[in-house]
């Protein structure tokens, strides 16, 4: 499934690159003459030295098409971050140590086919990894019905359902050992052992909606907000982002973002919400 989705992101990317590459050719030529092709990419950094040490990066690539016959969108994010954390060395003393606290990267892509200007059925594929999060990784393939319910020059907004497949590796955790009788193991202390392990990925079939909306609120400002569903029995994932960016030139921007991401489904010693607020400079083309 892994394999299958990293192969799937990867080749529905190629053609979305080639034809924004063309579209880019002339950079004074508008999207409804490039076959309505438009991108934009992020990047945020930040880096403390002295009493403590911290460094933090985010990217964001995105690409997207819309004519009379496609909605098409790319996407391509990571965020990596180091800081000092306090750990226990061998001799049992804490020890402060310039360790990596975040590392995460998601990408996605769907292509959809207009039945008219409004309707649309859609094919998505999204994966994500994350070393820190409530799961390792987690894909989903769906097939769903859109709708555009407003366009025009200052908001636009638009839907998605239906159904996908979903399979996700839930993170490490610990549990107690046990003896070959059920009960607890205990060292010569008589305190309990514990291990590490991992459990199994789990798949199944769930429910993906997706809400996105922008509105312009004035000439060089615009907010952005898309909620991301995908729901099933065992887990529900939720995620949220918002963004406000404001145009410093016809091509750049800077943008302040805040993401809130939620998993149902989680392990001993992770919670279910995660969130990140960013600024970034954002260049559009």
């Not at 207009?114 to 769906?142: C, M």
């Not at 399979?167 to 514990?194: C, F, H, I, M």
Request: hydrophobic share 35%; proline share 3%.
């Amino acid at each position: 499934m892994k394999k299958l989705l990293i192969a799937t992101l990867v080749l529905a990317a190629l053609p979305f690159t080639a034809s924004a590459q063309d579209a880019n050719a002339n950079p004074n030529q508008d999207p409804s003459q490039n076959g309505g092709w438009t991108g934009s990419g992020e990047f945020g950094f930040a880096s403390s030295r002295g009493n403590s040490r911290s460094e933090n990066a985010n990217a964001k690539l995105g690409l997207s098409q819309e004519n009379e016959v496609w909605k098409n969108n790319f996407f391509l994010n990571g965020l990596r971050s180091k800081g000092e954390v306090s750990v226990t060395d061998g001799d049992g003393n804490t020890v402060d140590k310039f360790s990596t606290t975040a590392n995460r990267y998601d990408t996605g892509a769907s292509v959809g086919y207009k039945f008219d200007p409004r309707s649309y059925v859609v094919t998505a594929a999204r994966y994500e990894h994350d070393d820190f999060g409530a799961n390792l990784w987690q894909g989903i393939i769906s097939v769903g019905y859109g709708y555009i319910a407003l366009k025009n020059e200052r908001a636009e907004l638009s839907f998605e359902i239906g159904p996908g497949f979903k399979r996700y590796q839930p993170a490490k955790s610990t549990r107690a050992v046990l003896n070959a009788d059920g009960t607890p193991a205990v060292d010569a202390e008589g305190n309990a052992l514990s291990e590490t392990y991992t459990p199994s990925a789990e798949s199944e079939v769930v429910g993906r909606g997706l809400i996105n909306g922008k509105y312009r609120l004035t000439d060089n400002t615009a907010l952005e907000d898309t909620l991301l569903v995908e729901a099933g029995s065992k887990n529900q994932y939720y995620q949220n982002d918002i963004g406000v960016s404001v145009s410093m030139t016809k091509k750049m921007a800077l943008k302040v973002g805040y993401q809130i991401r939620y998993n149902s489904d989680t392990q001993p010693g992770t919670v279910s919400t995660d969130k990140l607020m960013t600024t970034n400079l954002v260049y559009n083309f």
